[in-house]
C-alpha cells in the first residue's frame, strides 16, 4: 500500500461531500475506504452513556446471528471497549481499539465470546484488528465507524492507518452531516433511556454479596484490566488486588473470571 497522495486524497473527498446528503452516502463512503485499506466487517453505530446502542449501517449480519447482536443491545454492550470510550469522552478521531482497550482487554472473556460479542464468529474467531472512527455530532452522543479484519487477515499496517487519519477530518464531518438527523432523534425525550448504565449495572450485580469496593474491582477485570491495571487504578498494591479478587470468587461461589463474565451477563440481560 502507497501513502495517499494529493490528488487521490481531493477525489476522495469530493465523492464524499457530493454524496452526504444523499441515501448513497454510507455506500460511497464504506466503498471509498476499502480503496485505502480493505477490511471484512463495518458497523456504524450510535453511542450514549445512558442508551442502548443503535446500529445504524453495517453488514455484521452476514457473519453472526441476530440473537448474539440482541445479546449485545441488551447489555453485553456495556463492557465493549468503544463504549467505555464514549463513557469516558474520548476525543473525535482515528483510533485502533488498542489505544481504547484495557491492558487485558483482548484476553478477555467478552472480546473472546462468540456467545456475546457480535464481531466474533465461531468460524472465525476474534478479530485480526478493529479501528474505528468516533465523531460526536451532538452532546452525549458519538457516532463511531468500526473496520473490522477477521482472523486470516493482517491487522491494518502503519500506511494503512496514516492514509485513514489523513482523511479522518473529511470523514467525521461528511458522516455528521449525513447522520445528524439519526443522532437527535437518538436522544429524544421519547426514547426509552437505558435501564443498564455502566454504573448502574456494576452496583447492582450481586448487591447483596459484595461491597461496594468489591464491585468496582469486579467493573475493572470484567472490562479487560488485569489485577496490575486494577491497584494501579486503584492505587492498591497488585497484591491487595489479588486478595479482593479471590474473596470476591469466594463471595460468588466461582473459581474463575469466566464464570464471573457469565453470572454479569445473565445479569445484565435478564434485568432488562
Same mark, same amino acid.
Given at each position: ?28 463512503? #464504506? ?56 463513557? $469516558? ?116 450485580? $450481586? ?24 491497584? *494501579? ?10 486478595? *479482593? ?8 461461589? #466461582? ?11 445473565? *445479569?445484565? #440481560?435478564?434485568?432488562?
Amino acid at each position: 500500500m502507497e501513502r495517499l497522495d494529493a490528488k487521490h486524497g481531493i477525489a476522495f473527498a469530493k465523492h464524499l461531500y457530493s454524496s452526504r446528503r444523499t441515501a448513497m452516502f454510507p455506500s460511497a463512503l #464504506i466503498s471509498s475506504l476499502q480503496t485505502i485499506a480493505p477490511f471484512e466487517i463495518f458497523t456504524v453505530t450510535l453511542f450514549s452513556s445512558n442508551r442502548p446502542p443503535i446500529f445504524l449501517d453495517g453488514n455484521l449480519q452476514d457473519f453472526v446471528s441476530q440473537a448474539i447482536i440482541d445479546k449485545f443491545l441488551s447489555g453485553t454492550y456495556l463492557l465493549d471497549a468503544v463504549y467505555t470510550a464514549c463513557c $469516558a469522552k474520548v476525543l473525535p478521531g482515528l483510533y485502533r481499539l488498542s489505544e481504547l482497550a484495557p491492558d487485558n482487554y483482548f484476553s478477555s472473556e467478552f472480546y473472546n465470546s462468540s456467545d456475546f460479542h457480535p464481531c466474533v464468529s465461531e468460524d472465525a474467531g476474534s478479530l485480526a484488528e478493529e479501528i474505528v472512527y468516533m465523531a460526536q455530532p451532538i452532546d452525549n452522543v458519538y457516532l463511531v465507524i468500526s473496520l473490522m479484519r477477521r482472523n486470516g487477515m493482517q491487522a491494518f499496517d502503519s500506511i494503512e492507518f496514516e492514509n485513514l487519519k489523513l482523511l479522518e477530518p473529511v470523514i467525521l464531518e461528511t458522516s455528521v452531516e449525513h447522520w445528524r438527523g439519526e443522532s437527535e432523534k437518538f436522544l429524544k425525550p421519547d426514547l426509552p433511556k437505558s435501564e443498564s448504565t455502566l454504573e448502574k449495572a456494576f452496583v447492582t450485580f $450481586a448487591k447483596e454479596k459484595l461491597s461496594p469496593r468489591e464491585q468496582t474491582i469486579v467493573s475493572l477485570l470484567l472490562r479487560g484490566h488485569s489485577t496490575l491495571s486494577v491497584a *494501579h487504578n486503584l492505587d492498591i498494591a497488585e497484591g491487595t488486588a489479588k486478595v *479482593h479478587r479471590r474473596n470476591i470468587y469466594d463471595k460468588l461461589r #466461582i473459581t474463575s473470571q469466566a464464570e464471573m463474565f457469565l453470572m454479569f451477563c445473565s *445479569h445484565v #440481560i435478564d434485568t432488562k
